[in-house]
């Protein structure tokens, strides 16, 4: 593995030359905090920037998605037939990404790109994309990503780990698409691999004694499905939940999406958006019937999606990557955390 150091000088003129090869996102501080977002040319990512309010998974999979379009005048040959959208492949490099959001966007994957499904929207521009990480040095007090299976300085889904060294960065290239951001941007000052692993090492470990991780999954796998579905304690953890969706829209690991027909004039187009499965809305079926129609089977759902099936589907661990988003931004103090062990911990009494 290649580690290159970068003169923090050479940083935004290294940044500005790879515009030439790619759309450059990062983190931007605005009114809503920070977010992660296309950088206009007089932009640069804002590197210390603390977690920021939504992830990046909106660079492959957009709040809102034209994916389908026909045109409805009938004296066309093709009126009324959905035709697939361009895909978007320009190249673009995600930089400043915290390494437990790539880990999402490694369990992303697994929905979106599998032997059953190419989701060919969300695959385009996965394939087009570069994800630079900083390891995370300051964990937030809601970061419990070393208990699944993720961390500060977690490599999984990186193109590229970058360490801040104050007055420099010190960058682990991990992948092809890795070396080829570098080779764009210019910064080809080669580090001493040894010396370099070691350095990612203690600040690895520094990183990880600050996280409070109080949050087991070991007996999540062997628990039946039904068991933990009829568990007493659901009508007590949504008890409070007023239903808004927050914690699926922050969170990096949430996919769900609904479609959306619009006309205008003689053009059709379908739309792909964001959707939340705490919404009664989002299975609410046209004969009127509704599978999850109240409040606490909305929860269970979320939870059990994120800590049960995906779990026992992939084999990849939780659906979740302790980013703690959900957990900060929940208006009612609803802690996955806290779910989570109370079915870690679950012992039916049947
Ligand atoms: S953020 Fe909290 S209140 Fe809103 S849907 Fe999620 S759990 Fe319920
Ligand atoms: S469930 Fe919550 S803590 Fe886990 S990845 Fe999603 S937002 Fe982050």
């Avoid at 040959?77 to 966007?105: F, N, Q, S």
């Avoid at 109370?342 to 039916?348: G, K, P």
Wanted: a negative charge.
């Amino acid at each position: 593995m290649n580690f290159i150091t970068i003169d923090k000088k050479d940083w935004a003129p290294g940044v500005d030359q790879s515009r030439n090869t790619y759309r450059v996102y990062g983190p931007v501080e605005d009114e809503n905090g920070c977010q992660i977002k296309p950088l206009a040319p007089d932009m640069q990512p804002k590197m210390d920037a603390p977690v920021t309010v939504m992830s990046a998974k909106s660079v492959l999979f957009p709040q809102t998605e034209k994916i389908l379009t026909a045109t409805l005048d009938e004296s066309k040959e093709d009126h009324h037939v959905m035709k697939p959208v361009e895909t978007d492949d320009m190249p673009r490099v995600v930089l400043g990404i915290r390494p437990y959001d790539a880990k999402a966007v490694h369990l992303v994957k697994l929905n979106f790109d599998n032997p059953d499904y190419k989701d060919p929207y969300w695959c385009a521009a996965y394939d087009a994309t570069t994800f630079v990480g900083l390891g995370v040095t300051r964990p937030g007090p809601c970061d419990f990503s070393t208990a699944v299976g993720s961390g500060p300085f977690s490599e999984e889904g990186l193109d590229v780990l970058m360490a801040d060294m104050d007055d420099k960065y010190l960058a682990k290239i991990l992948t092809e698409k890795g070396e080829k951001w570098a080779a764009a941007c210019g910064f080809d000052t080669a580090a001493d691999p040894k010396e370099s692993q070691v350095l990612f090492d203690v600040l690895r470990k520094e990183a990880e004694k600050q996280i409070q991780a109080d949050v087991a999954t070991d007996k999540l796998a062997q628990k039946t499905i039904l068991d933990l579905y009829d568990a007493p304690f659901w009508d007590e953890v949504a008890f409070s939940c007023i239903n808004c969706g927050t914690c699926t829209y922050v969170c990096p690991t949430c996919w769900c999406f609904d479609i959306q027909d619009e006309t205008r004039h003689n053009t059709a187009v379908r739309f792909r958006n964001w959707d939340t499965c705490m919404s009664s809305l989002f299975t609410h079926h046209a004969s009127g019937h509704n599978p999850r129609g109240t409040k606490v089977q909305r929860v269970r759902q979320r939870f059990m999606h994120k800590l049960k099936y995906f779990l026992d589907k992939y084999d990849q661990g939780i659906m979740c990557v302790g980013c703690g988003r959900c957990v900060a931004s929940c208006p009612v103090n609803i802690d996955i955390r806290e779910v989570c062990n109370r079915m870690n911990d679950y012992e039916t009494t049947k």
